[in-house]
C-alpha cells in the first residue's frame, strides 16, 4: 500500500514545478520560509517589492528580507510568519504597515501567512500585496463621497438621500433645523416613520412610488401639510432616482422648498388687490391710471365719469389734455415733462372742464411707479371747487377783520392823540394854580381832585396808546441798567393819588442790596403802576395792599398782593387777555378799559420775564413778576430834582399850538417862571413870529392847520438866523418812528403830551446854561 502511494520522483518535480509556476504568475507576491525562518522561495512579484532576487534571498532570514513597520509609530511589527510557524495558525490579512525595501522605499501593503505542515510545522507561506493603489482609489472614493457631502450640507433648503428601501441615508443641517429634528431620530430609519409619523403623507406616498416604479424625476410636487414642531408648511418637493438608469434606483435623492411665505405674499397680494381694487371703485376722488411713456389713460374709476361726464371706455387711449385736465397739449406736456424727471408732480388748484363744457377747480397729484414690470403714472384728482370758495371767502373774512384791526388801532391812536390835547392845558392849569398865594382849604382840595383825575385820565390814555403799539409790533425798548428799587419807588409815587383816594394801607418791603436789571425803566415802571392801580381798583376802601421786591437765585421778584375781591376762577385763565373785566357792580364803575394787566404781561415778555397770578375769590389776589437780573452793577444814575423857579436873565420862548386853552395855559405858566412868552396857533403864523420874535425856543405842536409841526421846523431851520434855536415837540404822537421823524426835521427834544412841565423847565435851563 505504501508502495503503491508513493509517488515517483519525476511527479513530484512536475508538481513542484506546477506549484512554482503557478506562484510565480499570481498577482500577489509570495515567499516561503522553512521551519527557522530562512527563506526558500520569493515569486517575481516579491523580488519587485522586497528589492531581492531569489537567488540573493534563498537561506536568508525573512526578517532581512521582509522589513515592516508600523504606518502610523514607525516601529518594526513582527512578521507573521514567524506566528504561524510558531503557533501554528494562519495570520489573516493585516494592513497598516508598511514595507521597506532593500534600497529603503517604503510600500504599503496587506498581508498574511499560513504554516505549512505535514504532522508538525515545517515553514510558512506568507503572502502580501502593494495597496497603494487602492489606497489613492480609495481616496478618490472618499473624496468624491465628501465632496457630494459638502454639495448636500451646503444646499439650504432641506435634503433627504433615500436608499431603495425608503430609509433615509443622510440629511443636510437644512433638515434638521427646518424640521426640528436630529441626526439620530432620521438616519437609517424608514421615510413615512420620521417625526412620529409626521412624514406620512399621502402626498409624499404618491411622489416616492412614482419615482421607484417609473424610474423618472418629479419636481414641483406641491405638498401642504400640518407639522407638530412648526406648524402648517406649504412645500414643493423634488425626487430623482439615483444612479439615473433603469431598474429599481439605488437612492433617491429628496429635495424640499419650503413656499409658506411665498404662498402667504401672493395670498396678501392677491387681498391687496382686491381691497385696491375695491377702493379704487368707490373712492370719492377721481382716480386716472396712465401708461408712464405713452401717458395714455388705460384706466378710470368711477367717480371720474362723474366729474368729467366721460364713460369708462372714452378715457382710454386719451391723453390728459384731451379730457379737460390741462388748457392744450403743450401745457399737458409741460406736467409730463416734469412728471418725467422727478417722478411726482402736484397742482393745488388746476383749472378742469367737463365734457359738458363746465369749469371746475382740482387738485390734482400723479406719481410713477412699476407695476408687474411696467411702469404706470397714478392721478388723483379732487374737486375742490367748495373749497377754493371758501377760502376765498375766508381770505376776503381775513382781509376784512385785518383792515377792522387796523382802522382798529388807528382809532386807538387818534383817540389818544385826541384826548391828550385838552389833557395838556388841564395839566398846564392845574401847575397855574399851584402857583398861586394864599391858596385856601376848598382851592385846595378842588386843585387836588383835577391833579389825581388828570393823572387818572393820562394813565388810561398811555394805556390806550401802549396796547396800540404792542398789538401792532411796535414797541421798542431802550434797555439800560437800572435798579429795581428805583423804578418801584416812582411806580408807588406815581400810584400813591390813586391809593391815597382810597385810604388804602400800602406796605412796600425792599430789598437792602439793590437788583440790578437790564431794563427800561419807564416800561417796567408802567408795569409796577398798572398792578398798584389794579389792586386799588378791586380793594374795597381802607383795605390793604403789600409791594415787595426780592431777588431768588438768578432772578428779581416782584409780588403785588391785595386784600381786594379776588378773581372768580373761570376768570382767571383769561385775566391777561386784552379787554378783559371783571363784572362790574355799580360801586367799580371805574373800572378801566381792561388793558392794564395785559400790558403788564406783553411788557414783561418783552423783557423775557414771566407773570402769574393767584386768587382766591372774596379773599384778595397775588401777581408775581419775575425778571432775569444782571450781576454787574451799572453807573450810577443821575436824580431827577424839582425845577425851582429860574433865577437870571429870562428866554424868549414861542408856544405854537392849535388848541388854544394849552398854549395860552403853557404861556402863562412859562411867564410865571420868568419867561418872555408869545403864542401862534397855525403853521405860518408859528414860521412868522419865530422869525420876527427870534426865538430861543419854540415849543411846537404837531398837529397843526395849514402847516404841520414837522413843516414849521423844516422852515425854520431853513433860516440861518435860527442855526441855534432850540425846537421841542410838543405832540401826542409817542411812538418810536414819530421820535425819529421829528429828530429828523430838525427837533432837538420831543415830549408827549401832556407833557410833564418839569421836563419843559430842565429843557430851558440848559438853554440858558449855553
Known amino acids: 500500500m505504501t508502495h503503491d502511494t508513493e509517488q515517483p520522483d519525476g511527479a513530484l518535480h512536475d508538481q513542484r514545478e506546477w506549484l512554482r509556476v503557478a506562484l510565480s504568475s499570481i498577482g500577489d507576491a509570495v515567499i516561503a520560509t522553512n521551519a527557522g525562518g530562512r527563506i526558500t522561495f520569493l515569486n517575481p512579484s516579491a523580488e519587485s517589492l522586497t528589492g531581492w532576487t531569489r537567488g540573493e534571498a534563498a537561506g536568508v532570514s525573512l526578517e532581512s528580507v521582509f522589513r515592516i513597520v508600523n504606518r502610523e509609530t514607525r516601529r518594526a511589527v513582527e512578521s507573521p510568519t514567524v506566528r504561524a510557524v510558531r503557533d501554528g495558525v494562519v495570520v489573516g490579512w493585516a494592513d497598516g504597515c508598511l514595507l521597506v525595501g532593500r534600497d529603503g522605499t517604503e510600500r504599503p501593503i496587506d498581508h498574511r501567512a499560513s504554516p505549512v505542515a505535514s504532522g508538525e510545522v515545517g515553514g510558512a507561506v506568507l503572502v502580501f500585496r502593494n495597496t497603494a493603489e487602492r489606497s489613492g482609489h480609495e481616496q478618490a472614493a472618499q473624496k468624491a463621497l465628501a465632496y457630494a457631502a459638502d454639495i448636500i450640507a451646503t444646499l439650504r433648503e432641506p435634503f433627504l438621500v433615500l436608499d431603495g428601501d425608503l430609509r433615509v441615508k443622510t440629511a443636510n443641517d437644512a433638515f434638521y433645523q427646518s424640521f426640528r429634528v436630529s441626526a439620530e431620530e432620521t438616519e437609517s430609519r424608514l421615510v413615512y416613520d420620521l417625526g412620529d409619523g409626521q412624514w406620512d403623507i399621502p402626498g409624499l406616498r404618491a411622489l416616492l412610488h412614482e419615482v421607484s416604479s417609473a424610474h423618472h424625476p418629479v419636481n414641483d410636487f406641491e405638498v401642504e401639510h400640518d407639522f407638530p414642531a412648526i406648524g402648517r408648511r406649504s412645500m414643493l418637493l423634488n425626487a430623482r432616482p439615483f444612479p439615473p438608469k433603469p431598474g429599481t434606483p439605488e437612492l433617491i435623492l429628496l429635495a424640499f422648498e419650503d413656499i409658506t411665505t411665498r404662498k402667504q405674499a401672493e395670498a396678501a397680494v392677491q387681498t391687496s388687490e382686491v381691497r385696491y381694487r375695491r377702493l379704487f371703485q368707490t373712492a370719492r376722488d377721481g382716480i386716472l391710471i396712465l401708461d408712464a411713456d405713452t401717458l395714455k389713460v388705460i384706466d378710470a374709476n368711477p367717480f371720474m365719469t362723474e366729474l368729467l361726464g366721460y364713460s369708462h371706455d372714452e378715457f382710454l387711449g386719451k391723453e390728459l389734455w384731451e379730457i379737460g385736465l390741462f388748457s392744450d397739449k403743450r401745457a399737458s406736456q409741460a406736467a409730463y415733462a416734469e412728471l418725467h424727471a422727478h417722478g411726482y408732480i402736484r397742482y393745488d388748484h388746476l383749472p378742469l372742464q367737463t365734457k359738458a363744457g363746465k369749469r371746475a377747480e382740482v387738485e390734482f397729484v400723479c406719481n410713477t411707479y412699476p407695476v408687474d414690470g411696467r411702469n404706470v403714472a397714478q392721478c388723483n384728482i379732487r374737486d375742490i371747487s367748495e373749497r377754493s370758495r371758501l377760502e376765498k371767502t375766508t381770505q376776503e373774512q381775513t382781509e376784512a377783520l385785518a383792515d377792522l384791526h387796523r382802522r382798529k388801532d388807528e382809532f386807538l ?43 387818572q385820565m393820562t394813565r388810561l390814555v398811555d394805556d390806550l396808546m401802549e396796547v396800540s ?222 422869525s420876527d420874535y427870534n426865538a430861543d425856543v419854540v415849543l411846537l405842536d404837531i398837529g397843526l392847520p395849514e402847516l404841520d409841526g414837522y413843516e414849521v421846523a423844516g422852515r425854520i431851520r431853513q433860516q440861518p438866523t435860527h442855526n441855534n434855536t432850540v425846537l421841542v415837540a410838543m405832540t401826542g404822537y409817542g411812538h418810536e418812528s414819530d421820535r425819529e421823524r421829528s429828530q429828523a426835521a430838525g427837533f432837538n427834544h420831543h415830549l408827549v403830551k401832556p407833557a410833564d412841565f418839569g421836563k419843559v423847565l430842565e429843557i430851558l435851563a440848559k438853554v440858558k446854561a449855553k
Open 413 to 455: 391812536a387818534m383817540l389818544s392823540h385826541e384826548l391828550r390835547n385838552p389833557l395838556a392845558p388841564i395839566a398846564n392849569a392845574v401847575q397855574l394854580l399851584r402857583l398861586q398865594p394864599n391858596e385856601g382849604p376848598l382851592q385846595q382840595n378842588a386843585r387836588t381832585i383835577i391833579e389825581r383825575q388828570v393823572t
Open 469 to 690: 403799539r404792542i398789538t401792532t409790533g411796535r414797541v421798542q425798548l431802550r434797555l439800560e441798567r437800572v435798579v429795581m428799587n428805583g423804578i418801584v419807588d416812582r411806580a408807588v409815587e406815581s400810584a400813591h393819588p390813586l391809593i391815597e383816594q382810597h385810604n388804602h394801607e400800602l406796605d412796600v418791603s425792599l430789598s437792602p442790596e439793590p437788583i440790578w436789571l437790564y431794563a427800561d425803566a419807564a416800561r417796567l415802571e408802567q408795569v409796577v403802576v398798572n398792578l398798584l392801580a389794579n389792586a386799588a381798583k378791586y380793594t374795597a376802601d381802607g383795605g390793604r395792599i403789600s409791594l415787595s421786591a426780592r431777588q431768588e437765585g438768578d432772578e428779581c421778584v416782584l409780588r403785588v398782593r391785595d386784600t381786594g375781591v379776588g378773581i372768580a376762577p373761570e376768570l382767571l385763565p383769561k385775566v391777561f387777555d386784552l379787554f378783559t373785566q371783571a363784572e362790574r357792580s355799580l360801586d367799580r364803575s371805574q373800572g378801566g378799559l381792561g388793558i392794564g394787566l395785559a400790558l403788564v404781561q406783553r411788557l414783561v415778555d418783552l423783557h423775557r420775564g414771566r407773570v402769574e397770578v393767584m386768587s382766591v375769590l372774596g379773599q384778595g389776589s397775588e401777581f408775581v413778576v419775575r425778571l432775569p437780573v444782571v450781576l454787574s452793577p451799572a453807573p450810577p444814575q443821575p436824580t431827577r430834582t424839582e425845577a425851582a423857579p429860574p433865577t437870571g436873565p429870562s428866554l424868549r420862548v414861542l408856544v405854537v399850538d392849535d388848541n388854544v386853552d394849552a398854549a395860552e395855559s403853557l404861556a402863562d405858566l412859562l411867564k410865571a417862571y420868568g419867561h418872555d412868552v408869545r403864542t401862534a396857533h397855525t403853521g405860518p403864523t408859528a414860521v412868522a413870529a419865530a
